[in-house]
């Protein structure tokens, strides 16, 4: 079932199984799993709740309106609630809509404000979150990107490629690759254009104000001692260099899983050197 659940996303059900042992509950139910979205990702809920104590008080309302039972192991088997199974289905359907290849915690939140009248959905409801509202705008942030990943697509397709990439640009993309085990995030996030975008595994969208607010959370796999990465392909046109870029050992542990990871990068002339307007970052499975 959690194949296709990125790292963030499993962690979530993992601390909702956590929640409901902690309540002694026999089952993971809605309540559980939206505990466990606000202790993985909560800075993402925050995104549509505002920047209050919501965590505590979601907490404090959820244990007035369920009964508590007697705490137990972990370890023990905790099985998902037919609401919470539906949660899941509907996270995977909106991957789909979405056009995302993987489940995120995006789409968990969209699966407990699908499932009508379970307790996580009445809690976020009386919060004012809609799903068709957080759908428009994640749809919103999708298209955005996709419009400008084709533009890119587009212009490093029509033109021919050079022998020779730009020297400057390759340069700026080495040091900027390199620079992850050496530097910090000021002295990196420079390196972006003021109209970046950042699009992680899980097709989560970053403008440069959030790569600013999140950098050593989004690229702290590429900063591990074992992390090496490879250019690929270098595409040059006469104002666009598109670099592919495998990173090997840049994992975390997945469950089950490990991948690399194939990083694009889009890199365009600002001023006097080159910035970098697209990072998108897929998974592999090694070969």
Do not use: C
């Not at 400008?148 to 022998?163: C, F, G, M």
């Not at 254009?193 to 607010?213: C, L, P, Q, T």
């Not at 074992?226 to 670099?243: F, K, M, P, S």
């Amino acid at each position: 079932m959690f194949e296709r659940f990125t790292e963030k996303a499993r962690r979530v059900v993992f601390f909702a199984r956590y929640e409901a042992s902690n309540y002694g509950r026999p089952y993971i139910e809605t309540e559980h799993l939206l505990l466990g979205l606000l202790r993985e990702d909560r800075e993402f809920v925050a995104r549509f709740l505002g920047q209050t104590k919501f965590d505590s008080e979601i907490r404090t309302e959820i244990e007035s309106r369920i009964e508590r039972g007697e705490p137990f192991a972990t370890s023990v088997e905790v099985p998902l609630s037919t609401d919470s199974k539906e949660v899941l289905n509907l996270a995977a359907t909106e991957a789909e809509r979405l056009h995302h290849r993987h489940i995120g915690t995006e789409h968990l939140l969209l699966g407990l404000l699908g499932v009508e009248g379970s307790l996580a959905a009445q809690i976020l409801h009386g919060r004012g979150l809609r799903l068709a509202e957080i759908r428009g705008q994640l749809l919103t942030r999708a298209a955005q990107i996709e419009q400008l990943a084709q533009i890119w697509r587009k212009e490093a397709d029509s033109a021919s490629v050079q022998t020779q990439p730009r020297n400057a640009a390759l340069s700026r993309l080495q040091e900027f690759l390199g620079g992850f085990k050496r530097h910090n995030s000021e002295e990196l996030l420079p390196f972006f254009a003021k109209n970046a975008h950042f699009v992680d595994a899980s097709g989560k969208a970053w403008d440069r104000k959030e790569i600013g607010n999140h950098f050593e959370t989004l690229f702290i796999l590429y900063a591990k001692k074992n992390a090496t990465y490879t250019i690929e392909t270098i595409q040059d046109t006469r104002d666009t260099v598109v670099a592919i870029v495998l990173w090997k050992n840049a994992v975390l542990a997945s469950m089950e899983r490990v991948w690399m990871h194939r990083m694009s990068v889009v890199l365009v002339p600002e001023g006097e050197d080159w910035a970098i307007v697209l990072v998108q970052v897929t998974p592999v499975r090694p070969s």
